[in-house]
């Protein structure tokens, strides 16, 4: 509730000078982990799976109530349009779904307890992206994209090889034969190569966006290079 007066109060008093989103709600299963946590949820799904089915459900009724009851609060013609946590900006509204949970369990657990809630939220969001969180998740991305989604956000996970890592060319290669968009956060400058990388890989990133947060003004001119080396205006 609070979110939605927070909401009607900022385009009132911003108007066009702002975009606004749907707060991040989380995702189902990693909902009921932070209420049970981690080891309990594991063994719920074998002791209890009926119950965990349950509030899961109950989480997506409450959860797609608030996503339209938020969606409505922003009026699309008076502002500059929709945005997320990743800063994309929409005319649109979208929403990053998500399932961290699923890096902790196999294929079967995750078409018994995450895949239905999933197929619900492609379906429920006009423009829906899945955050495709670390190589331990990599396991369900079939059954990820099989869900409909229009694009998958892929996190390398901390502490693993970079973006550009020939390692990861399946995953890349996956989501463009799919016909999937796909979003990177670029977090320094050495991570820039990834879109060479993605470029000579597919021959074509028209259907990426790259987030890029933390550099300096006087990096300004690198990244306009990189906007006229690919054809992007600015």
Known sequence: QRGLELTKAFQEEFGDEIALGTPNFG?????VESMRGATNSLMDLYDDPDEVIRLNDDIYNAYEKAYKQNTAAIDKDSILGYTGW?????QKPYFISQCDFCCMIGKPHFEEFVAETLDKEAKLIERSFYHLDGPSAVKHLDRIIESG????QWVNGAGSKPKQDPCWDEIY????DAGLLMQLNIESLDELEVIDHLYELLGDISHCA?????Y???????FIKYLDKYGVPH
């Not at 989604?149 to 998958?152: A, D, L, P, Q």
């Not at 290669?173 to 463009?176: D, E, G, N, S």
């Not at 790259?210 to 933390?214: M, P, Q, R, T, V």
């Not at 300096?216 to 690198?222: A, N």
Request: glycine share 10%; net charge negative.
């Open 86 to 90: 990743i800063t994309i900006l929409s």
């Open 27 to 31: 995702g189902m299963m990693d909902i």
């Open 210 to 214: 790259f987030s890029i947060a933390g």
């Open 216 to 222: 300096k003004e006087e990096d300004q001119e690198l």
């Open 173 to 176: 290669k996956k989501i463009y």
């Open 149 to 152: 989604f229009n694009g998958i």
